[in-house]
Nanobody
Framework: VHLEESGGGFIQSGGSLSLTCAVS????????MAWLRQAPGKELEFVAA????????YYGEFANDRFTISRYIIGNTAYLQMNALKDEDSAVYYC?????????????????????WGQGIQVTVPS
């Protein structure tokens, strides 16, 4: 199983960026997919999660109305569309997958259900 993020980089404040997570291995269809982030000196922070059927999502409070998580079975890919970026969005963004989670609930996806992780990708929004 391998998760690989792409699409990060530098983006001016107010701009948009789309992250991609390509999943290899026979797990994608049975996993909750999520994005988390970690800024220097800060704890890992939940960004967004999407259920197996792609019909329910949860977002961290800061992400509501600005970020959109999606997934497509063709290509085994998850995405994070980020709009109206702010300097406080600068962080390493991680794609993660949870195959054993018993339910899709906010208390689950913001916990530690993720067995699989990408290596992370830097997003920098200069202040």
């Amino acid at each position: 199983v391998h998760l690989e993020e792409s699409g990060g980089g530098f983006i001016q404040s107010g701009g948009s960026l789309s992250l991609t997570c390509a999943v290899s291995g026979d797990i994608f269809s049975r996993c909750i997919m999520a994005w988390l982030r970690q800024a220097p000196g800060k704890e890992l922070e939940f960004v967004a999660a999407i259920n197996r059927h792609a019909d329910r999502q949860y977002y961290g409070e800061f992400a509501n109305d600005r970020f959109t998580i999606s997934r497509y079975i063709i290509g085994n890919t998850a995405y994070l569309q980020m709009n109206a970026l702010k300097d406080e969005d600068s962080a390493v963004y991680y794609c993660a997958a949870a195959g054993m989670a018993s339910m899709f609930a906010i208390e689950v996806v913001t916990g530690e259900p993720y067995e699989y992780w990408g290596q992370g990708i830097q997003v920098t929004v200069p202040s």
